[in-house]
């Protein structure tokens, strides 16, 4: 949060205001559901990347928290959603 609104020239606590106002979220929850759009489309654009290389590349602190969030949003695994897809 701090970087993003040092690049945007304003304080945290504007910033945090507009995640509540506009958006109706918080930062940590957007910051989540970028991460997790990220990892799908990294997904579908490098299919030989492994989930451990794509929790990476997108900032999930793990493999499990990216897993987490697949069974939470996708009603299934990472794994599970590649297949789907392809």
């Known amino acids: 949060m701090f970087t993003l609104s040092r690049s945007l020239n304003i304080s945290k606590n504007e910033l945090s ?11 940590r ?5 970028v991460r ?3 990892a799908k489309k ?7 990347y492994n989930n451990d ?22 009603g299934c695994s990472p794994t599970v959603w590649r297949a789907k897809i392809q």
């Open 17 to 27: 205001r507009y995640f509540t106002s506009c958006l109706n979220s918080t930062f």
């Open 36 to 38: 997790f759009e990220a």
């Open 53 to 74: 290389i794509i929790s990476a590349e997108c900032g999930f602190s793990s493999r499990s928290y990216l897993y987490r969030i697949f069974k939470e949003k996708e």
């Open 29 to 33: 929850i957007w910051l989540a559901e």
């Open 42 to 48: 990294m997904m579908l654009d490098y299919p030989d």
